[in-house]
């Protein structure tokens, strides 16, 4: 991305500050009184880091709630401390945030002190981080899961702190289940095979809109997601192995890969190719597809008052490959500090709150965004918003993570070589064995003898 491009980013954010100006101007006196607090050394316990006011630009992705929910998060911790928060929106689009990242870490710039990151980029980006094991006390830090903790640590320094997990699920129309007989599909060849019977018996009632199964075929970073699940969970393995060994040019990622490519224009609409996380939840929500892949975010928007698929819809395990086990892709977002922010300790203190037990059981009650936070997942108010909470501890067991951490900064390049040679098949345009056959051999280039 180039900088004028980031520049609007930027920009936005310019008209946040002036809202948000609006709001602290309106919401008025209780920051003033809170900030009053701290000129006379009151302090609000560990907050208290907050010596004089000072504006935090924090930037989140825009999935689903997401924009909606930091702002209301940040602007807590804002009156909390009497500090100020510009939120600055960036792309839902993985790759294109990446690309904004990049640009604006690469120019050194100041303009974000917090970035929200992807579970695949510590290892990418981890050198423009401060390392928050200096700024966050250890036991703010110890309830988080140990994997994701280690996934971002770098070189022993803790370039981010977890903010919620993903891993894909499947999500299916109850009500449509039930009236054709049909079981929760098991296999992705049950899926096919329910999918097919269900949209025959709907369409020839009537319901032409209706798809089969929607999820995420577009050439990006959700395309990896969504492929690795079927190669993975059909034996296929991921991408390359622990120890960096390229694996992917093998029969069950081939089978795998095949069956997909038959979805496309039958249970699958064509547009698919062109889907990303959003437009499959559009498509369910408004009832028009029997299945969903998709990430939790989508549980509580499908379930809101305004959905019209509320109180229809169920969540499961995703379907596992002829003999193989269910593999969900390991999701998620972290929070880092820019080693360029003018306000390190603010800005910790920041992620500080939103990782924190009650600001993570909020996004939870309110969007749906797991918990990175093992106690969590005891709640019961959780459990009662969220039926899938009691599964969600073993589908995070048996998921699969991208192989970002053995191949550092290269992993990007991995993923894009990935998508283009599972798009092109999906498209048509060449046979899964002949597009995996060049993929291998392409990142056995890439990986230089399996170093990274
Ligand atoms: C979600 C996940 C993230 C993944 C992205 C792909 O945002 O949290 O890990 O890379 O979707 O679209």
Redesign the pocket.
Known sequence: MSLAAAAFYLKNKENLRSNREETMRSAGTIAGTIALGFALGVGLGPSSAARAEVTIAISC?S?GQEQELCRSGAEAWAQQTGNRVELISTP????ERLSLYQTLLAAGSPDVDVFQI???WPGSLASHFVDLGDHIPAEALQDHFDQLLANNTVEDQLVAVPW???AGLLYYREDLLEKHGRAVPKTWQELTETAKAVLEAERAAGASELQGFVW?GRA??????NALEWIASQGGGGIVDADGRVTIDNEQAVSALDLAQSWIGSISPRGILNY??EDARGAFQSGRALFMRN?P?AWALANADDSPVKGKVGVAALPAGEGGKPAA?????QLAVSRYSAHPEEAADLVRYLTGYEEQKRRALEGSFNPTRRSLYDDEALLAANPFYGTFLDILESAVA?PSTVTGRRYNQLSSEFVRAVHATLSGNGTAAENLTALGRALERLSRGGRW
Do not use: K, P
């Open positions: 992705s999935l839902a689009d993985a790759n992807d579970v695949i919620f997990v993903d995420q990006y970073e959700g395309l990896t997601c990303a996380e990430w975010y892709t390991l999701g998620g977002q991208r």
